[in-house]
């Protein structure tokens, strides 16, 4: 039902809280003490308890239910501040660009100055931010060969968009499909995690 709230002209930000304590508090009763349910295949009843797993959310849901902030300096939860950013005086936002890190080191881009920023890029890709449970997620997940060529594909992608589109068009969502490729390896295959059940 949180997802019905609809907080009016502004966001909710940290009075989600208030919507969150009582569910919080439900789900550990469930948990801890569950609820008699019946079982009709085995004629029994049974305590069961909830879990709750994984939520989906919009990006901006994501800041406030996690208190990861996804906007300004920080907003790469992948690459935390690893990543490029500069702050657009005249349209008062944050764009997030130099993907020619991802390409290979001898890729043509790699130098051209005039076509981007106006700066040759020598630095690698920016190392992702890992928790010991990342570290134990990805050694139990299979890893498939062609990632790293997606990883390469996404960002000459946004490399040739960064030449032809002005650096306002650079949001965070646009710089967030640079993780795809990293998020893939990570959590596997789409269809144990997409959407579209869930909005159908």
Not at 3 to 27: A, R
Not at 61 to 85: D, E, F, Q
Request: one cysteine or more; a neutral charge; proline letters at 4%.
């Amino acid at each position: 039902m949180l997802s019905l709230l609809i907080p009016g002209p502004s966001t909710l930000k940290s009075s989600i809280d208030v919507y969150l304590e009582p569910l919080i508090d439900e789900l550990k009763e469930l948990w801890e003490k569950g609820f008699e349910t019946y079982n009709a295949s085995s004629k029994e009843f049974f305590q069961a308890h909830v879990a709750l797993l994984w939520t989906i959310n919009d990006f901006l849901a994501y800041a406030m239910l996690s208190g990861w902030t996804t906007s300004g300096k920080l907003a790469s939860l992948v690459y935390n501040y690893h990543i490029c950013l500069r702050y657009l005086n005249n349209s008062k936002k944050m764009c997030y660009m130099c993907h020619r890190r991802w390409l290979d080191s001898k890729y043509r881009w790699r130098e051209d100055s005039k076509c981007f920023d106006g700066t040759q890029e020598s630095r690698g890709a920016p190392t992702p931010l890992k928790s010991s449970f990342f570290k134990m997620l990805c050694s139990k997940v299979i890893i498939v060969d062609d990632f790293e060529s997606l990883d390469v594909e996404i960002a000459s992608i946004l490399c040739e968009l960064e030449r032809i589109c002005p650096p306002s068009f650079f949001v965070i969502m646009v710089h967030l499909s640079i993780h795809l490729a990293y998020e893939a390896r990570i959590v596997g295959l789409v269809h144990y995690r997409w959407m579209y059940p869930i909005e159908r």
